[in-house]
């Protein structure tokens, strides 16, 4: 079992739906999450970091955390054609580690 | 206030050289680590120095080390290079080592091609 798991995708949405991206991780312990966006060619960017249970929003990003289940998700509302990349689940454990990526394409 | 920055961007090599690259974190970031990314095995942990100390390590050969100097930038090697080791090499910088709640930030990387 891979320690933080996502799909793959590619995951398409219409420009303005709300995307929803799924992150499992493997180690009951882990503290920290991170949600990162890497554009081709460049270096992952940090979107959103949560701790608690619960939602956490920031602008048309909500991270969602629930650590009974070992999930994270990340909504993208009302997305638009520049949301399309690649996220970057990560968990602290506590060194970062990282899931495969979901790839995401935000069609006008 | 500048960003992590890595250098080179691009290096060509041939197999059974050795290499180092460097890193220097944003100001005031003492804990810095690293990652190779690679197409088939997504981003994977290499190491992370903080207070110039390595504080943990993930499983790759010996022959990937590094090392973090006292104004926090880190340089990383990697000896007996060979073909596997093409790849991109982040590095990444946050305030204070792992646990809770660090975000860290990446550099553009150094892009590793080896012939």
């Known amino acids: 079992q891979k320690e933080v798991e996502q799909n793959s995708g590619p995951l398409s949405v219409p420009e303005g739906a709300i995307a929803s991206l799924n992150c499992t991780y493997s180690d009951r312990g882990s503290q920290s999450f991170f949600w990162y966006r890497q554009y081709s060619g460049k270096s992952p960017e940090l979107i959103m970091f949560i701790y608690s249970n619960g939602d956490k929003e920031d602008g048309r990003f909500t991270a969602q955390l629930n650590k009974a289940s070992q999930y994270v998700s990340l909504l993208i509302r009302d997305s638009q054609p520049s949301d399309s990349a690649t996220y970057l689940c990560?968990?602290?454990?506590?060194?970062?580690?990282f899931g495969a990526g979901t790839r995401l394409t935000v069609k006008p | 206030k500048a960003g992590v920055t890595q250098t080179p961007r691009y290096l060509i090599k041939t197999r059974g050289q050795q290499v180092t690259l460097s890193c220097s974190p944003i100001?005031?970031?003492?804990?810095v680590s690293w990652y190779q990314q690679t197409p088939g095995q997504g981003l994977q942990f290499l190491f992370e120095?903080?207070?110039?100390?390595?504080?943990n390590k993930g499983n790759f050969p010996g022959r990937f080390s590094g090392r973090q100097f006292s104004n926090s930038r880190s340089e990383m090697n990697v000896s007996t290079l060979e073909l596997g080791d093409s790849a991109l090499y982040l590095c990444?910088?946050?305030?204070?080592?792992?646990?809770?709640?660090?975000?860290?930030?990446f550099g553009d990387g150094t892009r590793l091609s080896i012939l």
């Open positions: 100001s005031g970031h003492r804990s």
């Open positions: 990560a968990v602290t454990k506590p060194d970062m580690r």
């Open positions: 120095y903080f207070s110039e100390t390595q504080r």
């Open positions: 990444a910088s946050s305030l204070v080592a792992g646990g809770v709640g660090q975000p860290q930030h």
